[in-house]
């Protein structure tokens, strides 16, 4: 007997946060062939830097974030 999409999706829906977003990218990955993945990062990547030539967007140094988040933490 071969499930239904409802029954998948239920169940689905059962699992933690962290495995549902596991299994959506697993399944992302499984209908994107390679070539589209590229591509819609390169189109990503475009976007973030036009982003940083055009002044949208303000850097942050990683040593500041790590700095931060080592205080959350502690």
């Known amino acids: 007997m071969s499930l239904t999409y409802q029954q998948v999706a ?3 829906m059962q699992l933690r946060p962290d495995e ?3 299994l959506a990218e697993k399944l992302w990955v499984s209908v ?7 591509a819609a990062w390169d189109e990503e990547i475009a976007r973030r830097v036009a982003q940083l ?3 949208e967007v303000e850097t942050v140094p ?3 974030v790590i700095a931060e988040l080592r205080t ?3």
């Open 72 to 74: 959350q933490l502690v």
């Open 20 to 22: 549902r977003v596991d």
């Open 53 to 55: 030539e055009a002044g």
């Open 32 to 38: 994107e062939t390679p070539e589209a993945i590229a």
């Open 10 to 12: 239920q169940a689905a």
């Open 62 to 64: 990683a040593e500041q």
